[in-house]
């Protein structure tokens, strides 16, 4: 039986990821003492497997991002390859990985996990410390003279059977409480990566896991979902009656200095579903005075080829709403979107003007082709000078943020490294 170290690359937007996997290890017995590291920077990174090796552990080092993240994860594989002598096992999962498993294969990674990582880490887990076939794990794939070997797959998890975090090991993050998700917006990669449908974590078992967080002396709760206020809805409608549970049983969970952040970051809400009810609940239980909506477009024709499902009349309602019931929304635009021309730019940036004016801020991005979605084959984002000058005078008035600009190169990379 070897004995066995896991260590994580610690990176933001994937370390979402990391904090559940970590809590996966918990489920099962023999592993849920297994030595656990998340290193901060490449440098402590290479210290760290260092150490593991110098101790006799048989090291599994694991990355999780997203596609404009790749190029800076396969770096520290190379920096830590260069600077260890001794093999260690690197690993790889994500919606990139998933999306395009030969090129990152071709980055370094030695198995890559395809979709959903829970179930495939704690087999190859136990494979590494029982000297069992690696290469076979179910959920990995590999390179075989050159060609990408997918091995079968497991079934998608319950939420439920998997913590959102590993209490016993005070690596704590937001509970997930929606993975998957039924809209078919043509530029995210969410539906493809997590399927398009809606798995919830059950009120009981969120409530459970919000009280191991506030005993950790922890007062604030965050949530993760694609679209908060579908939680408990299986389509498109929302389940107001879930939702109050899932707030009334985290507020009690939590009492009596906790704090719930419900509908902002790291979620957003779709903005038909900013109503007057849904607002009145939230203003009942939550301590965000923003809420995150995504808007995505000014333009009617733009929203429709992305296949958004609500128009602009919807957006604008929302704010509205938001407004009037205390919160200051938010709200996410993407600028570049395919088929966009000048007249819908145009549109867009009076909408977010029109916001701004009402109230709200604008949280503006930078289309990506993102590998896996339907748009992947379109072009990236270019933004014109005159757009750019729009955009820098209304985060001078603070009523714009986002990393825009920095998203625009991302783009062409990504576009570029696809060439
Ligand atoms: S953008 Fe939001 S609503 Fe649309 S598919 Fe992605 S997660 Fe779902």
Redesign the pocket.
Known sequence: MADVALVFSYRFPGKYALTALAGALETDRTLSELPLFVPRDTSALIDTVKAQQRVGRSVVVAWSFYSPSLAECADELAQLRAAVAEPFLAIAGGVHATAEPLETLRAGFAMICIGEGERPLLELLRRVREGGAIESTPGFARLVEGAVVRNERFERIELDAFPPFSASRNLFGAIEITRG?I???RF?Q??FFSKAIFRHRSIANVVEHAKALRASGRTDLRFIS??SLSYGSTDESVNLEAVEGLLAGCRDAMAPEGRLFFGTFPSEV?PEHVTPEAMTLLAKYVSNDSIII?GQSGSDRVLAASKRGHDVAVIVQAVTIAVAHGFRPDVDFILGLPGETKDDVRQTVQLMERLAEQGARVHSHAFMPLPGTPFREAPPAIIDEETGAALDRLASRQKLYGHWRAQVEVAKALSERRR
């Open positions: 998700c809209y078919a917006c995210c969410t539906p694609p679209t779709r995504g």
